[in-house]
Structures are given as structure tokens and as C-alpha cells.
């Protein structure tokens, strides 16, 4: 199970750090993405990280201001998300991919429920 946490309501230019944790999975063997729905919008996806600690980024609307990180002795994945706006608000996911690479873009393996986001003054 993928577990999301982190969210919360922040002011616009603020800072979060989304944690997502998977206590049946070993992080080693597989690739985790993070992806975000807004409200009335269809799920976007942000990042994907390999075994490599390769980085594929899919959305220029948060580039410059969010990264993925992963920490494999902790077997958990971030998302640090710099310099938010409000319209960064929706429901943050954590997902994986069996196998070292991001290759099935939203069509990953394993979801976690969501974490809120709301960016708001």
C-alpha cells in the first residue's frame, strides 16, 4: 500500500513536502511517479523517478518549483513543491511502477489514495 502524506492548506509562495511511503514495497524495484488532480481537471502527471535516480519531468507548470526525491533507506519518495500557487491546489498521488524504468506514464501499477493540496490565502 502507497501511503500519501504532507498535504494541507499553504499560502500562495509557500512551501510543501509531500511524503509518500509503501510499506509492502521495497522502493529498490520500482519506479515511483507523482501526479496531481485539480479540481475539474483530469489527472496530471508530474514526475517519474527511476532505480537510477533518473528524473523524468512531464509538466512545465512546475518546473523550477517541485522535485521529486526519493530516499531509499527510508523507502519513501517526496515531492517538494517551492514557490506554490494557487493554482497548484488539487489531490497529490503517489504511484508505482514495477521495474527499474518510468515507462507507462499515468498508467502505473500501484496508486495511493491522495493527499490534499489547497493553495490559498
Known amino acids: 500500500q502507497l501511503v500519501e502524506s504532507g498535504g494541507g492548506l499553504v499560502q500562495p509562495g509557500g512551501s510543501l513536502r509531500l511524503s509518500c511511503s509503501g510499506s509492502s514495497y521495497s522502493f529498490n524495484y520500482y519506479a515511483i511517479g507523482w501526479f496531481r488532480q485539480a479540481p475539474g481537471k483530469e489527472r496530471e502527471a508530474l514526475f517519474c523517478?527511476?532505480?537510477?535516480?533518473?528524473?523524468?519531468s512531464y509538466s512545465d507548470s512546475v518546473k523550477g518549483r517541485f522535485a521529486i526525491i526519493r530516499d531509499i533507506a527510508k523507502n519513501a519518495a517526496y515531492l517538494q513543491m517551492n514557490n506554490l500557487k494557487t493554482e497548484d491546489t488539487g489531490v497529490y498521488y503517489c504511484?508505482?511502477?514495477?521495474?527499474?524504468?518510468?515507462?507507462?506514464?499515468?498508467?502505473?501499477?500501484?496508486w495511493g489514495k491522495g493527499t490534499l493540496v489547497t493553495v490559498s490565502t
Open positions: 523517478i527511476e532505480s537510477s535516480d533518473g528524473v523524468t
Open positions: 504511484a508505482a511502477e514495477v521495474g527499474d524504468y518510468c515507462s507507462k506514464g499515468d498508467d502505473m501499477d500501484y
